[in-house]
């Protein structure tokens, strides 16, 4: 089987090293060249055509995300970014997802080294989804996000009927996850029931994407709190490396967080989540799986499922990565398969068959 050749763009000689030695340990891939900033990488691509690239968000001579924007636009590849744990490093990985890179490492700010061998499992696993990952040009394929405070796409809803129970949107992700829940959050209108999600995303990160997310919405997006209320009209991002469950006190929902141990081996975990709206709001579940690797999250739907809850799946044609969607469909979890364009007209649609919302006339 051929291995997969990446081509490692850095502006430290010192990372371009530890990632072209981690990536050539690897039996199924191989580094063949680094490159210190995107005008040498330019011609390095035309020269060897990779399979994959990692990219550094901060680079000399042309700022890693003008690069990104251009490649994307003229010939479109995988690219894994590998970004600072910073506020800064956070919003500018967001942006370079929004312009169609797979996915982000993030690297430590100190001890880089020593930090970098620790990370070489995530990102050599990142490096092997890039390969076979689905690539959209910029702008198409379905996942240009409606424009901050355009009118969604779907009908109005105005008011909750007084005789339904409280009704939940629970929604899991991983890879190419941020760009799909932007889909579905941006065509929501301000009334949508409450909306709780897990985006497998490390710490550092999901602070910047909720915010990211709120000046884009209509409905109020933000990190969830431990403890909190869970409202409609609000969205609530798991925080990286932490758990998030559906909590209950009275008639309310509530958000619990925990450091329990990783799920499937991630924290947050999907699995997580949808089994405690299985066990807490079953039939006042509508469920969303987008896309992503692996299968967390797949037997917790199921759960889901059998509770009464209604469960929509990412089709394979607008997912990056049909890992996750997949599984859960093969579980039998899954009620219908939707592009992710129209997931959230669903979503309010079905409400509206059964009583959880009703239609302006």
């Known amino acids: 089987m051929a291995k997969t050749r990446v081509l490692v763009i850095d502006d430290s000689a010192l990372v371009r090293s530890m990632l072209t030695?981690?990536?050539?340990?690897?039996?199924?891939?191989?580094?063949?060249?680094?490159?210190?900033?995107?005008l040498v990488a330019r011609e390095m691509i035309r020269a060897m055509s990779p399979d994959v690239l990692?990219?550094?968000?901060?680079?000399?001579?042309?700022?890693g995300l003008d690069f990104l924007?251009?490649?994307?636009r003229l010939r479109p590849m995988p690219v894994v970014m590998v970004s600072t744990l910073t506020e800064r490093g956070a919003d500018t990985t967001l942006r370079a997802?929004?312009?169609?890179?797979?996915?982000?490492?993030?690297?430590?700010?100190?001890?880089?080294?020593?930090?970098?061998?620790?990370?070489?499992?995530?990102?050599?696993?990142?490096?092997?989804?890039?390969?076979?990952?689905?690539?959209?040009?910029?702008?198409?394929?379905?996942q240009s996000p409606a424009p901050a405070g355009a009118a969604p796409v779907i009908k109005p809803v105005t008011t909750y009927s007084r005789v339904s129970t409280e009704k939940l949107f629970i929604i899991?992700?991983?890879?190419?996850?941020?760009?799909?829940?932007?889909?579905?959050?941006?065509?929501?209108?301000?009334?949508?029931?409450a909306v709780m999600i897990t985006q497998h995303m490390p710490p550092g990160f999901t602070k910047s994407f909720a915010q990211r997310l709120d000046s884009l919405c209509r409905i109020t997006v933000s990190e969830a709190v431990d403890g909190e209320r869970v409202l409609p009209g609000h969205a609530y991002i798991a925080p990286g490396d932490r758990h998030m469950r559906l909590a209950r006190s009275g008639a309310n929902y509530l958000v619990a967080?925990?450091?329990?141990?990783?799920?499937?081996?991630?924290?947050?975990?999907?699995?997580?989540?949808?089994?405690?709206?299985?066990?807490?709001?079953?039939?006042?579940?509508?469920?969303?799986m987008l896309t992503g690797m692996g299968k967390d999250g797949a037997s917790a739907m199921l759960e889901m499922r059998n509770a009464g809850a209604y469960n929509i799946a990412q089709d394979e044609a607008s997912c990056i990565v049909f890992g996750?969607?997949?599984?859960?469909?093969n579980a039998g979890a899954v009620h219908e398969v939707l592009p992710v364009t129209k997931i959230a007209e669903r979503l309010l649609h079905k409400l509206a068959e059964i009583g959880g919302l009703a239609h302006r006339v």
């Open 172 to 193: 899991g992700a991983s890879t190419g996850g941020t760009e799909a829940i932007r889909e579905v959050l941006t065509r929501l209108p301000p009334d949508s029931p």
């Open 54 to 63: 990692t990219l550094d968000v901060e680079m000399p001579k042309m700022d």
């Open 324 to 329: 996750m969607p997949k599984e859960a469909i």
């Open 97 to 142: 997802l929004e312009l169609g890179a797979i996915d982000f490492v993030a690297k430590p700010k100190l001890g880089i080294a020593a930090g970098l061998q620790e990370l070489g499992r995530d990102i050599c696993e990142k490096i092997r989804v890039a390969s076979r990952a689905k690539m959209h040009r910029h702008g198409a394929g379905g």
């Open 257 to 288: 967080l925990d450091d329990g141990p990783p799920v499937n081996r991630h924290r947050p975990s999907v699995e997580v989540l949808f089994k405690s709206a299985a066990q807490l709001a079953g039939p006042n579940v509508l469920g969303v």
């Open 69 to 72: 924007e251009r490649l994307m």
């Open 21 to 38: 030695e981690i990536i050539n340990k690897q039996t199924d891939m191989e580094a063949i060249g680094a490159a210190p900033d995107p």
